[in-house]
């Protein structure tokens, strides 16, 4: 009978049991249906069902009864599709909110002497049960001034919008209301002149401010045409048309926090009590007396921190770290003495079971809802549970560095995800550099991007200059308008400049490419950009003094450590050591120029899939709007000179070098007769300005452009026509005219010598542009007779051949 009984069960659970994909459809289909039927009853079309549901609804709710209709097919469509739910739980609590505020207060104004018919066309029962408690309490006045608030309770959960935003709003269309006024009051003002004056021309004054207008106007064509001028001096050319980057429209995607996924796992730390006993019992066998204050389990590690008795050293505890794994039965363990801002000495030990922290976890946080800006990235959590994140705009650049699999690309996704939450395409702009092609290729076509992620190196490099020409354009148009940084600027301007952020997920890729472009770039946006909103987050996997150069982390303060292979790289991310005893999976380590010490912090996880589903809601809300100029060559558009740095004969060395494709400084001195510094130097600047390529061992510089002058590009100077040489040419005979120069130079350098020697040391002077002409005449002068000597002992020659 039991054995009948069971099997009875198992067929019977099999036949009845239903998915939860089949409930919940079920569940959105009927409340789809009775939104529907509701509605059509309210116009007599629901047949003698809908005729007493009509009834009901309108007892109970009253005029809102539409409303509620409504609500009805939201939530249905958000039950039938989870991923793009129209209604979040908070937007809920504030349509009953206003439900209950809204129908209170109906009550109130028609419907306060409880007659059933007013009620029923005021705001039914539901404004009864609230109108009612409130006017024999408060009264009501009272009862009024509640029900008002509430509804801008309904309001501020509806739309997420606060009290500020609102009056602002409001005092724009105020200020707009006063615009319209007043500009009919001067054009009926206009026409009553025009009347009296039967038709005269307008005023000279009229004439003036359109002038002004119309001057106003074409210096902002200009400006569009040719962009700012940089006054900061570099050899990077600020190419044709590009501009500062502003928008006055600002466009803002709110993302759903529902795309994330809810964890909820707890760490498991196993008796803590008996291993602060083991710990307490190890000390006192190394005759180290401990005092156990406080025991924290956080999502990683549980960390007991311990007071030592007075004359115990630090180092005598740091030194039993090994034995109190032994001890303890658990690996690594890391010891924080002290423990920044106590007198306490902090050991970390493993928990047995990690526990996982959800971004959503962190989005909705107190600390994430009270945040005081939108560059707000929520790393993880801290050993005693609070969450710690990261500033980007103050940080204002990371560097984040950790072996393979320990967490660091989710950290960076993490980062991401978290700026997309909080900022639109219009105030935030992304440049993502993926050498490894794997990463961040999944946010192509977001409207955030400024390019498609980037895998090519030139390309990367590309964006690296493009981003320090932004940098001196945006410097010299907060100048311009007397900002100090971007944050002040959009406070002032009606046009918004975006903020822009660079991510590399593989520095070290870049760095083997071209180690000395990339470090240098890196170094002048690090310098410079922070005021300028354009931030940098560099991550590596190979943390080596090759890639995180010490130029590189002197202007790169804020660093984010992961698990690592040895002591030698975590000193080389950190400067101290700690690293190597993180546990990889999201440990990491926090460096901040505000810590004294790093901060160990359990990281965020967030899956591909939540990373997709927010990928393709932000393709659903817009079209991204690229820029190529960024990953385009700037150096085919034209040069950059600095008037301070340039030469008088660089014009006919440009030609020269365009002409012969051959740049060298022995080349130079051939074919311009000039000295050798002089040509060094000028061969220096073609470099600086592109116009040939860096030194590559022994094999010649490459000449980088077709033709001079670059078409659409003014060049600084008129170039002068090269000099006409003589269509013989003998090397030899050059290679002895230099042989010559040389020991003329040198000649010269031992007078000075001995004149220097008899006379007294005079003031150093910067010799002119004349006195270099000067000089390259006398050693023309010098070559003319070395020639004419070469002449006539070659006819001399040719006579006693004879």
């Given at each position: 009978m039991a054995k009948r009984r069971k099997r009875t069960k198992r067929k019977g659970g099999n036949s009845e049991g239903l998915s939860d994909g089949v409930k919940q459809s079920i569940f959105a289909v009927s409340i789809v249906v009775a939104g529907l039927l509701f509605f059509l009853s309210f116009f007599g079309l629901g047949g003698v069902v809908g005729e007493y549901s009509n009834q009901a609804l309108t007892m109970i709710f009253g005029w809102d009864k539409w409303l509620f209709s409504v609500v009805l097919l939201v939530l249905g469509w958000s039950a039938i599709f989870p991923d793009r739910r129209l209604l979040s739980n908070?937007?809920?609590?504030?349509?009953?909110?206003?439900?209950?505020?809204?129908?209170?207060?109906?009550?109130?104004?028609?419907?306060?002497?409880?007659?059933?018919?007013?009620?029923?066309?005021?705001?039914?029962?539901?404004?009864?049960?609230?109108?009612?408690?409130?006017?024999?309490?408060?009264?009501?006045?009272?009862?009024?001034?509640?029900?008002?608030?509430?509804?801008?309770?309904?309001?501020?959960l509806i739309f997420n919008v606060s009290l500020n935003s609102i009056l602002t709003v409001h005092t724009h269309f105020t200020n707009m209301g006063r615009v319209v006024h007043r500009n009919r009051i001067e054009e009926r003002e206009e026409f009553d002149d025009e009347e009296e004056d039967e038709g005269e021309l307008e005023t000279d004054e009229e004439d003036a401010d359109l002038e002004e207008e119309l001057d106003e106007e074409i210096e902002e064509e200009d400006d569009e045409e040719e962009g700012v001028e940089s006054g900061v001096k570099s050899p990077l050319m600020i190419g044709a048309g590009e501009s500062v980057m502003t928008s006055k429209r600002r466009r803002r995607i709110v993302i759903p926090v529902d795309l994330?996924?809810?964890?909820?796992?707890?760490?498991?730390?196993?008796?803590?009590?008996?291993?602060?006993?083991?710990?307490?019992?190890?000390?006192?066998?190394?005759?180290?007396?401990?005092?156990?204050?406080?025991v924290r389990v956080g999502p990683s590690v549980t960390q007991y921190s311990l007071k030592p008795a007075q004359g115990v050293k630090l180092s005598r505890i740091v030194g039993l770290q090994n034995d109190l794994a032994l001890a303890l039965a658990a690996h690594p363990i890391r010891i924080e003495a002290p423990i920044p801002g106590k007198a306490l000495v902090g050991i970390e030990v493993p928990n047995r079971k990690v526990g996982a922290v959800s971004l959503r976890e962190l989005l909705e946080s107190k600390e994430f809802k009270t945040r005081k800006t939108n560059m707000m990235a929520p790393l993880g959590k801290d050993v005693s549970g609070a969450v710690s994140s990261l500033f980007v705009d103050k940080a204002p650049h990371t560097m984040v560095a950790g072996a393979t699999g320990s967490g660091k690309s989710v950290c960076l996704n993490g980062v991401i995800v978290s700026l997309l939450y909080q900022n639109g395409p219009d105030d935030l702009k992304m440049i993502m550099v993926d050498p490894k092609r794997?990463?961040?290729?999944?946010?192509?076509?977001?409207?955030?991007?400024?390019?498609?992620?980037?895998?090519?190196?030139?390309?990367?490099?590309?964006?690296?200059?493009?981003?320090?020409?932004?940098?001196?354009?945006?410097?010299?148009?907060?100048?311009?308008?007397?900002?100090?940084?971007?944050?002040?600027?959009?406070?002032?301007s009606k046009e918004r400049m975006p903020k822009v952020v660079f991510i590399i997920d593989e520095l070290a890729d870049l760095m083997s490419q071209n180690k000395r472009d990339v470090e240098s770039l890196i170094v002048r946006i690090a310098q410079m950009a922070r005021a300028a909103g354009i931030h940098l987050i560099l991550a590596t996997q190979r943390p080596s003094v090759d890639v995180i150069t010490g130029?590189?982390?002197?202007?790169?303060?804020?660093?984010?450590?992961?698990?690592?292979?040895?002591?030698?790289?975590?000193?080389?991310?950190?400067?101290?050591?700690?690293?190597?005893?993180?546990?990889?999976?999201?440990?990491?380590?926090?460096?901040?120029p505000q810590l004294s010490k790093p901060k160990r912090l359990q990281g965020a996880y967030v899956s591909d899939q939540e990373i997709e589903r927010v990928v393709d809601f932000l393709k659903k809300e817009g079209e991204p709007d690229y820029n190529y100029q960024v990953t385009e060559d700037s150096r085919g558009g034209g040069v950059a000179m600095s008037s301070e740095d340039s030469d008088p004969l660089l014009e006919e060395?440009?030609?020269?070098?365009?002409?012969?494709?051959?740049?060298?400084?022995?080349?130079?001195?051939?074919?311009?007769?000039?000295?050798?510094?002089?040509?060094?130097r000028i061969v220096d600047l073609l470099a600086e300005m592109g116009i040939i390529g860096e030194q590559n061992g022994s094999k010649p510089r490459e000449v980088l452009i077709e033709k001079w002058p670059l078409p659409g590009a003014g060049a600084p100077k008129k170039a002068k026509e090269p000099i006409e040489y003589e269509e013989d040419y003998d090397a030899e005979e050059e290679m002895d005219e230099e042989a010559d120069d040389m020991a003329i130079e040198e000649e010269d350098f031992d007078d000075e010598m001995e004149d220097s020697k008899m006379t007294p040391p005079k003031p150093i002077i910067e010799a002119d542009e004349d006195e270099d002409e000067d000089e390259d005449e006398d050693f023309s002068e010098f070559d003319e007779e070395d020639e004419n000597d070469d002449d006539d002992d070659e006819f001399a020659n040719y006579n006693d051949d004879e």
């Open positions: 908070v937007n809920l609590i504030g349509i009953v909110t206003f439900f209950l505020a809204f129908n209170g207060l109906l009550n109130l104004l028609f419907a306060s002497d409880g007659l059933a018919e007013k009620i029923a066309k005021a705001g039914g029962y539901t404004g009864l049960l609230v109108s009612a408690p409130l006017v024999s309490l408060i009264g009501f006045w009272g009862a009024f001034i509640v029900a008002v608030a509430g509804i801008f309770v309904a309001i501020f994330l996924d809810e964890r909820i796992s707890e760490a498991e730390a196993g008796d803590t009590d008996r291993a602060a006993d083991i710990i307490q019992k190890t000390f006192k066998h190394f005759n180290i007396e401990v005092e156990m204050v406080d794997v990463e961040l290729g999944v946010y192509a076509g977001i409207p955030h991007l400024l390019v498609p992620p980037i895998t090519q190196s030139e390309e990367a490099i590309n964006a690296l200059k493009w981003g320090v020409r932004e940098m001196e354009r945006r410097l010299d148009h907060l100048a311009k308008y007397g900002a100090r940084d971007i944050d002040s600027y959009n406070a002032k130029t590189i982390k002197a202007n790169i303060p804020t660093r984010l450590a992961f698990a690592v292979a040895s002591q030698v790289d975590s000193k080389t991310i950190l400067d101290i050591s700690g690293a190597e005893k993180l546990l990889g999976r999201g440990d990491m380590l926090l460096s901040t060395a440009i030609a020269i070098v365009v002409a012969d494709r051959k740049a060298s400084t022995s080349y130079l001195q051939r074919r311009m007769r000039i000295g050798y510094s002089r040509a060094a």
